[in-house]
């Protein structure tokens, strides 16, 4: 069952709190992950400021196989 509390999109305080990084690196990494998805999903909505969450996480997951 999905979790009703989940919203869509990460925010900068959710990236900080788990990468451990500043707020400035935080928005970086949110600018990053919104190019990278609309580079492969070019009719992907991407919000300023916010990383879609399945994104985001698949992109955790990601990094830290490697």
Known sequence: MKDENKSLFVGVDTVQRD???????AYEVI???NH???EQYPRAIVVAG???RKWYEEALIFTSKE
């Open 31 to 33: 600018r990053e992950l």
């Open 50 to 52: 916010k990383v879609n």
């Open 36 to 38: 990278q998805l609309k």
């Open 19 to 25: 990468l451990g990084v500043s707020r400035a690196k």
